[in-house]
């Protein structure tokens, strides 16, 4: 399945800056291996005191969308 449209203009450049296209086809298993990507990148953004950053909140907002569509399966 298809899921970019389920993404803003912006969430999509943040996953392009990551390296993740979403603009390819999707199953229940890649959209899992997806998830698990967008993750480590919001653990990733964390800061020093492991409090979220304004980053890691957009990469939450993006994490929610793919846990949204993997939800409606």
Known sequence: MKIDAN???HQVE???NENIDI???FDEESLEELEDK???IMMDHL????DFTPKSEEFEK???VIV???NSL
Do not use: A, C, G, T
């Open 62 to 64: 993006i994490l929610d």
């Open 14 to 16: 943040l996953l392009k």
């Open 7 to 9: 993404f803003n203009e």
């Open 38 to 40: 967008v993750y480590n």
């Open 47 to 50: 800061d020093k005191n492991q």
């Open 23 to 25: 603009s390819q086809e």
């Open 68 to 70: 949204k569509i993997e």
